[in-house]
């Protein structure tokens, strides 16, 4: 399976997830909050599974 996030992005899509400052990425099938893999942001309880997220939070950067 290729690499969707770097390590990088990983670790700035886990810190947004964890922040609290922004509504987060949540499984589509009513989980919880997804967490940020190389392979994609996955659900700890299901197999649902989200390739892609906003430049601004992979980068690490907020627009506001």
Same mark, same amino acid.
């Given at each position: 399976?290729?690499? /969707?996030? =770097?390590?990088?992005?990983?670790?700035?899509?886990?810190?947004?997830?964890?922040?609290?400052?922004? $509504?987060?990425?949540?499984?589509?099938?009513?989980?919880?909050?997804? /967490?940020? =893999?190389?392979?994609?942001?996955?659900?700890?309880?299901?197999?649902?599974?989200?390739?892609?997220? $906003?430049?601004?939070?992979?980068?690490?950067?907020?627009?506001?």
């Amino acid at each position: 399976m290729p690499v /969707i996030f =770097t390590d990088e992005e990983v670790e700035n899509i886990n810190k947004y997830q964890k922040s609290g400052k922004f $509504h987060p990425l949540t499984c589509g099938n009513g989980h919880g909050n997804l /967490i940020a =893999t190389n392979d994609g942001l996955i659900c700890p309880e299901c197999d649902y599974r989200q390739t892609w997220v $906003h430049g601004w939070i992979k980068s690490g950067e907020c627009p506001w």
